[in-house]
C-alpha cells in the first residue's frame, strides 16, 4: 500500500509523536515484545559485523534516538553524521550520545531522507536501519543514498519483509493488542482521537499506514535502480519467513 507523503512526514517530524512510541529496545513488553527486541538488538552487532568503522566518513540515515550512530561511535568511528526528520528524536539522541561520552563524534542534522542535504560523493559507509518502512519514496530516497556515496562506499539498509507467518505471530502477541488498543477504539470514537494523538503520540489518523513491508526482490530493486551492487543479505527470523532483511550495496565505478 502506497505512503500518503504529506500524512507521512507530518506525523514524524510533528512534537510527541514517534519520539513516544519507538523504542525497540525497550525491555517493557508492553512496547516490543520479547521475541523482537531480541532481534533489534542483533540489528547493532550485524551492522558492527559488516564493516570497520575506521577511517570511514559514515552517514545514518533515519538515526532515531541515535542506537547505531552511537553504537558506532563506541566501537571506534570517529565522525558520523546522523540525520532524522525529527526535532525530537533527534534531542534525545544527542542527549544519550551525551551520556555515554561520544556526542563530540556525531553531527546531528534534522533533514529528510529524499531530500539529503550533502554533496554528492561525501561519505564512505551510508546506514539507514528501520527508516525505508516510513519513506513514501522510497526509490528517490535510496537514489539520494547514492548520490552522497563514495565510489566503492557501502549502502546498508534493511526492511520489514512481507512475511506472513511472522506478521500473524506479531498481529497475535499478546502486548500488540494492549498497546494499540487506544488507536483501535479511537477509530470507532472519533472525539478521542486528538486524546490519542496529543497524549500518547499515536497517529490522528489510524486508518492512515505509517509503513509498509517490503519483499526481498522489491527491495533488491531499490538498490540494482541506484547503481548500487548487492553483495550481502543477512535475514533475521524463520528461513521461510525472515521478519527483517538487511542488505549491503556498493557503489561500483561504471565502466
Not at 202 to 210: C, D, Q, R, T, W
Request: with cysteine; hydrophobic share 45%.
Amino acid at each position: 500500500m502506497p505512503l500518503e507523503e504529506e500524512y507521512i512526514k507530518k506525523h514524524f517530524s510533528t512534537e510527541g509523536t514517534v519520539s513516544r512510541w519507538w523504542e525497540p529496545e525497550s525491555i517493557d513488553p508492553f512496547l516490543v515484545p520479547k521475541w523482537l527486541r531480541q532481534f533489534y538488538i542483533q540489528q547493532r552487532f550485524i551492522l558492527r559485523s559488516i564493516f570497520d568503522v575506521k577511517g570511514k566518513a559514515i552517514i545514518d540515515i533515519g538515526t532515531g534516538k541515535g542506537r547505531f550512530a552511537i553504537d558506532l561511535a563506541l566501537a571506534g568511528a570517529k565522525q558520523i553524521h546522523s540525520i532524522d526528520v525529527s526535532k525530537d528524536m533527534l534531542k534525545i539522541a544527542k542527549k544519550r550520545a551525551t551520556q555515554v561520552g561520544v556526542a563530540d563524534r556525531i553531527i546531528f542534522v534534522e533533514g529528510d531522507a529524499e531530500h539529503l542535504p550533502f554533496k554528492d560523493c561525501s561519505f564512505n559507509v551510508a546506514v539507514c536501519m528501520e527508516t525505508f518502512c516510513h519513506l513514501p519514496n522510497p526509490q528517490h530516497a535510496m537514489n539520494e543514498i547514492a548520490r552522497i556515496i563514495r565510489q566503492n562506499g557501502m549502502v546498508i539498509a534493511n526492511m520489514i519483509t512481507s512475511g506472513k507467518l511472522w506478521r500473524l505471530r506479531y498481529r497475535h502477541n499478546i502486548s500488540i493488542p494492549i498497546v494499540l488498543a487506544p488507536v483501535y477504539f479511537s477509530r470507532f470514537v472519533g472525539w478521542l482521537r486528538p486524546f490519542f494523538h496529543q497524549k500518547l503520540g499515536y497517529p490522528l489518523n489510524p486508518s492512515k499506514p505509517l509503513a509498509r513491508y517490503f519483499s526481498q526482490r522489491s527491495f533488491h530493486v531499490l538498490f540494482t535502480n541506484a547503481g548500487l551492487q548487492i553483495f550481502k543479505v543477512i535475514k533475521q527470523g524463520p528461513r521461510y519467513s525472515p521478519v527483517f532483511i538487511t542488505v549491503v550495496g556498493e557503489k561500483i565505478l561504471s565502466a
